[in-house]
């Protein structure tokens, strides 16, 4: 049972160009989340999907685009990379999107921009 | 929007010693959740708690919803090296995603 998986683990670009973070869970939970994370930051909300075929804006959306690709996988594109854009990012999902299931994140994605 | 503040940013502690971080809202919250991050790795879910003034343990830990549902704290007793880590809560917003605080980051000293 494999959880949510993240791929790549770590990745380095140069400012300008994309890349696409792909995450896959087997639970099949209905809710998933894009999340970065920065030191002294915290977790911030990127995108979510409430459900198949639904995305919506985070705190900090811009710079990205994400797609729900099926229940199962839900991806996040840098399109012109930044190097504000280094930081950690995090896949979780979630049973629902209701404000009563706990989140189970991916091992996380360690991206640095040049 | 809301704002969360947690505190402190950083404990170290004897092993042996308690623990106790604190999560305040400037909101009523319909519930709160705690979140553990080891260093280098990512959040694992530990608990949720709904109702005002609700006390849940999980071994040496303690967490507890205030009565005005704006606050809560997790409570580690005798810490242990495996105890290290960032401890995040996380509020629900209006869309019932989840903002996470900034984190307690706990050492703990052999």
């Known amino acids: 049972n494999a959880g949510v998986t993240q791929t790549p683990k770590f990745q380095v670009l140069k400012t300008g160009q994309s890349m696409t973070l792909q995450c896959a869970q087997d639970?099949?939970?209905?809710?998933m989340y894009w999340y970065r994370q920065d030191p002294g930051m915290g977790l911030r909300l990127i995108y979510y999907?409430?459900?198949?075929?639904?995305?919506d804006k985070g705190e900090v959306p811009n710079g990205y685009n994400v797609s729900r690709l099926n229940k199962r996988e839900f991806s996040l594109r840098l399109e012109s990379a930044a190097p504000s854009q280094t930081s950690v990012y995090f896949c979780a999902s979630s049973a629902s999107a209701g404000a009563n299931y706990g989140y189970t994140f991916g091992s996380g994605t360690r991206l640095t921009v040049v | 929007g809301q704002q969360v503040m947690q505190i402190p940013q950083y404990q170290h502690v004897q092993e042996g010693e308690d623990f106790t971080t604190y999560c305040n809202s400037s909101?009523?919250?319909?519930?709160i959740q705690w979140y553990k991050q080891r260093p280098g790795g990512h959040p694992v879910f530990l608990i949720q708690l709904v109702k005002s003034g609700e006390v849940k343990k999980q071994k040496r830990l303690t967490f507890q919803f205030g009565e005005a549902k704006k606050n809560s704290s997790l409570h580690i007793t005798a810490t242990q090296t495996t105890d290290v880590g960032t401890y995040f809560c996380?509020?629900?917003?209006?869309?019932?995603?989840?903002?996470f605080g900034t984190g307690t980051s706990l050492t703990v000293i052999p």
């Open positions: 996380a509020l629900p917003n209006t869309g019932n995603q989840f903002y």
């Open positions: 909101t009523t919250l319909s519930n």
């Open positions: 639970m099949n939970h209905n809710s």
């Open positions: 999907s409430a459900s198949e075929g639904t995305t």
